[in-house]
């Protein structure tokens, strides 16, 4: 909390018991919580507390912010197996304060799927970009559009994409200028930094 | 340019008389112009024509922009080694219409010489981190500040850490939210997505 | 023991018959024992031994030296996730005849809540840093203390951080001296080191 | 030769004597003869006998076939310092008989100026693609082109794309299908597979 | 589709009701498809469609498109384990419209049982050759053919060759010319290149 | 410092205005001042100084701490190439205050040239063990003595070993309990190190 | 069979039908067969077959060559998980018809321990040791004996050992001469060697 | 010596004066001494001493064992580049007392090259095989004859292959039986055990 940002649980590794704890502690103090990264087990456990979750991001929150006159960001992603990376950045930007808006399956292997959104991305003052395999689609979004691009890497794929290194180096090597990147499937650090930008850089310029 | 970045020319594999002919046609269309990672060779080439030269640097510059009244960025570096790295970006920043600021040598190996720097660091809505090595600066600052962080990684260092990969994993692992990175020695690339954030961003948000 | 350290037995991929084989050996003689990296199926076998087990450091002790008047030791760790390994350093360090003391929970991403065990970790002889992630803690303890560090890094972590690569290449390239490093999740190395280090070295130079 | 590809001598590690003498006996019995990868000091021993040295490629050809008739290739590279492999892939391909057209400079970061060519590169049976850094340029060409991609990453970069290994990924992992992969900087190899594939494979198909 | 070659789905990853959507819409429209990667799981589900499916090949077809008068492919495995990435090229090759022909178990430890195809082998106008462990069987292949040779590298292996990697190496690096590789497990890649070369190069060149 | 080791500059990347400015205030100041990693030029540059040079070691010193009383440390090496490594680690333990003995080419390939020095390894506090190669002599050593040993593995080998990676997994992975690692070639780190070991834990366990 | 090492079937990957195939035409003509890295699956299923299974090895031998009178050879294990793949190289060595001894749990943590059997490995022809972790035993053995070392590294360890890469590269880098090297886990393929050395080597010699 | 093969002396990061004196010094006593891996520089500076140098395998040697009616082996190199490596393994070989046969330039690209000299490999004890690229030929050469193969992979190549470990994960995953390793460019390495295997081994045999 102390950076900016309010503080989200990461739930791989916490026993349910801990994570119990830490919810319920927030529901009685009426304090905003998001979860991220619930196994199925633990979602179960948790369907009958008053939080809103998103199984397919694998996210449960609690009174999440609401976004009216805030910050605009487009999520893109480039295939249907990137999706859950995907919704994780856009649950983690509403959470966060931001209108995010989420444009999914428009990857590289069908350009003009994505030509039809470019007006829309275009007046964007931030872009996530979500892909795995071979990553093309960061450069792509970086030559075609004015705004930075938050690059999330997936671990989608297969040979040498797997674990997300091949779309990670397409990434930080990307020689379309703007490109920044974060850890392969890191969709909330990716939204908790576009936070930092749209709110706090925003504030500290005026 | 039609991203929004003026087109800064990478020196490096370019034969001289190709750059050479780039520069001249800049000079006679008083265009604003910069080169960078320039050879020692090179820069002497460079030395009797009207452009702005900084060795450290490794740059050279005609008619960059003028900062007033420009946002604010800071940029922190972690060694001595890192300064080359540092610089390009300062450069690169003040070029692209930045009011970038540089402070050098503050690593955590001494922790306490970060700390005066502080509520400096604390007023900027960005700051560029450069450090090699382990990298621990970017989480250091990253868990101490409301700016986000570009994380640059150099190459600086010996054993695990040459080529400048455990830097990088560093940026990208970092526990700290708001922590973006670009390529190693990429401080061109840290500064052109600054100004992205600072310029475009902003105007697209009023 | 030939080395001056108790034989500790790893558990991992030895058949539960050895095991019982081994354990009851040392019962029978009186032998002190201890066995690290057991199974869920593995504790369950020992329940009715007269053992003392600690499922979430996964070891199972017999007859551990009681540490009156012991050299003391502080173990340090950054996220719950490190709780596992931190706690098999602890007890290993208590098996050896070490008084651990336990510090939890004092990861970068919240530098804050480190300060206030610092004046106890001014005062150790030695301390055990345990840390995941990108691994800052390392450095940061390292910089900040006169005592030597021994780094165990975890695997815990995703993209580049899996497996633990990420925090051991932080904690041999720390930039702080004085930073010494065992294998990922090695807990046990680092208790044994510390005691080879507080119980023979400080015999050996009196 | 016993495989359809006429001896290519690959200069780089012979000594000189060996060099002339292969290229002596060649001149000798009239029989043509290609020499690639030569170091300067190589091609400056060359410089009086009877061969067509191209210094930016580093080849030497003596005899090369007249490609009258012959089938269409276009060979694309992404950026100034993908030049030289380039080149080698077009030197070869004139050589194995094909009629090579060579487009330099269209990469990603600047989308539009590849898209002047997207006619004449509908035309083609089988494009020769060279880019480095991040290979974005294999997966945009595949997406957009009915004709079979061979991608030739190149060893330009630096940081994550040093010694060519994430653009040889995107090309591997690319999501477009009909990209075919050869070594890094092999633009020899790609016009070998080049010429099997106009020459040999369609006479087997007649 | 816009590439040439007809949409495959790729069903790793893909939820159950999205794949019955896809495989619906295309039975309605009595279009053809090709679903690839298929578990057990989604085969079982598949079982009462009308469709073509190949446990082996992971794969489920419909309204194949009839191989009358196609050209000509080989398709050449090393051992029992890579057949299922050589069955899943077959059956791509064949729905794309190629004659393709299986010739399995033919690897490099046992060289006399390749001899025996040779004779097939040299009128193919391509060969895809399917291989792990450490791949020599492309170098065999490119060395005695004139064909192209599209290398297929498996996962098959443990040790140094576990996921891949030496057999991909091993095509890459691969002395005799001629040799382009896809990713590893890619059976698909390999396939659609084929057609790509075989139908619409073809095409272009008369 | 400020963490009980006296600052010690290391003059790799260092601009030589830079290092004499350093090396000047600490003379005029009566400082001490250690200097490593000095280039063979930068050592030329010193000549004239009143400082002790160890070409061999690559260092420069100026009023070293007499180890009078000092507590004991032996430094173990390999063989003559890693020699260098093991001269850097005793300068440096010397100029902190150790009592160091040097023991040279005592590697594995020989082991009974290590026999004879046995009993004076047997009575150390704390050893360091220089090595390159396959880095056997860590795990020997750490089987054979009580004392704790660092290792240090050096960037010398050929193959699998250039670059120290083979070492430095050797030392960490070593079976033998009570060996602790640091970076590749860093004798500086393994004596700063022991220093704090030998020194300053020492003060607190009293 | 053609290279003189009867055959081996490899069960991994193998369906079980085929599995039973190869067998029972084996058993029909009387044949010799060794079946290696059986799974515990088909173990159950080959319970009533007449062949001599060996859980531990994961083996299973029909009609093993009886090695009256055979070449000797010592198999060396470090560590209790290096003993399947030890036990593996055993039956394979006999099945071959060489007389095989098996020195367990002698690692380089307890050098006293291998000691006791240094007169029996003097006399050997060949040694092969298995070991995983660091891999220190292949060195030492190579050090101490005459005997040319076949060294197998194992999977065993974790954290940089994880895979076997680490007891790899030991055995690659040895600087003990005489040490040669198989694949990680591979204990077939060191009794194979062993079996062309001892038997056809010797042969020819003659 | 104890280990049954001469001392052989690696020149590499020896100093000049320390190589001379170990020569002399073997010179004075008569006794035979072999010098590997000589810079140009140390050769220049041996040229006047009573040694036998070898400019190619880079090597020197003094009282070489006449290898009258000593066992024979054959030493297989499969390009231009890899003679060097080849010449290092011939001359220690005979320096060991073997009756080396030196057979270069019968790579896989070629295979009907490597043809003719079956006959003689067939009739061999044992076999040195050097490539470098993709080091088919290992397995190759495993899967045609009878002898044990020792597989010097080399450093040749580019790409993937540079530094060679694409050939040395090809040599230790051959799917030939029979194929033992040594380190990348270790030609000493695998005369030293071929020594010991038709030396000592035979010896302790009989
Ligand atoms: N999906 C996620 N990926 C990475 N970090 C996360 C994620 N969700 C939460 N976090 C971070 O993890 C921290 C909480 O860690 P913990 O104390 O282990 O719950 C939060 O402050 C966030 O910075
Ligand atoms: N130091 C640098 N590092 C990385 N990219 C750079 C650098 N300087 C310039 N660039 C980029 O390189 C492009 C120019 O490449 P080129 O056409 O080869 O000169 C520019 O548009 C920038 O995007
Ligand atoms: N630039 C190149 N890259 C890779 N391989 C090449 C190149 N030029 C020639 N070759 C191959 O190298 C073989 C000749 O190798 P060498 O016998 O060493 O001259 C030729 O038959 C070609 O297959
Ligand atoms: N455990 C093993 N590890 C590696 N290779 C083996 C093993 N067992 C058998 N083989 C080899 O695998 C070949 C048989 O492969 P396959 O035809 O798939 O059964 C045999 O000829 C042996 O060379
Ligand atoms: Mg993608
Ligand atoms: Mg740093
Ligand atoms: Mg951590
Ligand atoms: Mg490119
Ligand atoms: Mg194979
Ligand atoms: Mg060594
Ligand atoms: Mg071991
Ligand atoms: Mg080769």
């Given at each position: ?9 990461f739930a791989e590794h916490k026993p349910l018991d801990m ?156 020689c379309a200028p703007g490109v920044l990147t974060v850890n ?23």
């Open positions: 909390a102390r950076t900016g940002i309010p503080e989200v649980v994570l119990l704890d830490i919810i319920n502690s927030h529901i009685e103090e009426a304090k905003p919580l998001l979860v991220t990264r619930l196994s199925p087990k633990q979602i179960k456990a948790l369907e009958d507390l008053p939080m809103n979750i998103d199984t397919h991001a694998r996210t449960a929150s609690y009174l999440a912010k609401a976004p009216a006159n805030a910050p605009k960001l487009a999520i893109v992603s480039a295939g249907t197996s990137d999706a859950p990376i995907a919704r994780e950045a856009y649950v983690c930007a509403r959470f966060f304060g931001l209108d995010a808006l989420l444009i999914q399956d428009v990857g590289v292997a069908g350009l003009w799927r994505l030509e039809k959104h470019l007006p829309t991305l275009q007046e964007m003052p931030l872009v996530i970009a979500v892909a795995g395999m071979e990553g093309a689609l960061f450069s792509v979004l970086g030559g075609l559009l004015h705004a930075p691009i938050i690059a999330v890497p997936t671990s989608v794929g297969y040979g040498v994409s797997q674990g997300g290194n091949a779309a990670l180096s397409s990434a930080l090597a990307s392969i499937d890191n969709g909330f650090g990716a939204s908790a930094a576009a936070a930092k930008i749209l709110l706090h850089a925003k504030s500290r310029e005026d």
